[in-house]
């Protein structure tokens, strides 16, 4: 406190100097307006010099409350033992956020009910129904127990990104078609044709966003067909990316994984007259997680890792 009066006292004793040696100077000026500029000068430093005083002021003010503060640290560090030449920071313990019970430690944690299922047809199937659910009745793997084997379902236990794979065995002489259905809702039709005395196969991948309760199997479509069995024709699945109704929860598990991305489409009519290097115009766009595709370009745009375009396109001249 006495360093704070000091420095004030010091300040304006300078002050009433300089401005007892103005007047001395201007009185013993001839020229009026030689002394008007002089006085405008003079006045202005004169403002400035008592912006300076309170400059001088507040930082001495300043000085003293940073040295209370030095003094009330020091006195916290004597009382908790630790010698200033090695202070520690002391830092609360963190946690992870949880929403909803959710921890983020790694990938698979990230899921909260991991999926994935794969089934195969035992025997052959004979006088299949229009509409009739193919039955994959041996599990081989069912992780979160989604799939039916009795049903022939698979019963979303969450919402989220789905992959599924489908592959079936025509018997020899047979002409079927298949269609895959979410919710009794056609996505997307298989087509086999073998001829007499050999095997057909077809496969297909797709990709389905699901809400919890939602069902994915697939259905005959020609009345009284058979399948083959043997575990040649499988039906599995898995859980690529669980979303979640609460938006904390979003947040939390979702923004290390918003560089997954996944899509779904289909041709929906017959196309002919191809040109060499045509893309093939998907244009029924099923899932689009991301919207990395566009049916418009007919095309994937990578959303990470560069601007690389990706199409299917036709490789023969007409």
Do not use: W
Not at 105 to 121: C, D, G, I, M, W
Not at 130 to 148: C, E, K, M, S, W
Not at 256 to 271: G, R
């Amino acid at each position: 406190m006495t360093f704070t009066i000091l420095v004030l006292f010091v300040n304006v004793f300078v002050f009433a100097n300089q401005v007892e040696a103005k007047k001395e100077l201007l009185s013993g000026l001839e020229s009026s307006d030689l002394r008007e500029i002089l006085e405008d000068i003079f006045n202005r430093l004169d403002e400035k010099d008592r912006e300076l005083v309170e400059y001088g002021r507040v930082n001495a003010l300043q000085q003293q409350r940073i040295q209370e503060l030095e003094n009330q640290l020091n006195s916290i560090n004597k009382d908790c033992d630790l010698k200033p030449a090695t202070k520690q920071v002391l830092k609360p313990p963190m946690k992870q956020l949880k929403p909803d019970g959710v921890e983020r430690k790694s990938r698979q944690n990230e899921l909260e009910h991991p999926v994935a299922f794969y089934a195969t047809l035992t025997n052959h199937t004979f006088h299949i129904g229009t509409g009739q659910p193919i039955i994959f009745d041996r599990v081989v793997t069912n992780v979160g127990q989604a799939y039916n084997h009795v049903l022939g379902a698979f019963i979303a236990p969450v919402s989220g990104v789905y992959v599924f794979s489908v592959t079936l065995f025509a018997m020899p002489g047979h002409t079927t078609a298949y269609n895959v259905m979410k919710n009794d809702v056609f996505i997307s039709r298989m087509y086999l044709k073998a001829p007499s005395g050999n095997y057909e196969t077809a496969a297909q991948t797709f990709i389905l966003q699901l809400d919890k309760g939602d069902d994915v199997n697939v259905q005959n479509v020609s009345p009284d067909e058979a399948i083959h069995g043997y575990n040649y024709s499988t039906f599995s699945g898995f859980l690529l990316q669980q979303t979640f109704g609460n938006p904390a929860a979003v947040i939390a598990i979702q923004i290390e994984l918003y560089h997954q991305k996944a899509f779904f489409a289909t041709l929906s009519n017959h196309m002919y007259y191809f040109g060499s290097g045509q893309p093939i115009g998907l244009g029924r766009v099923v899932t689009n997680v991301g919207q990395i595709y566009t049916h418009i370009l007919e095309a994937v745009l990578t959303p990470v890792a560069g601007s690389d375009v990706c199409s299917v396109f036709d490789l023969s001249v007409l």
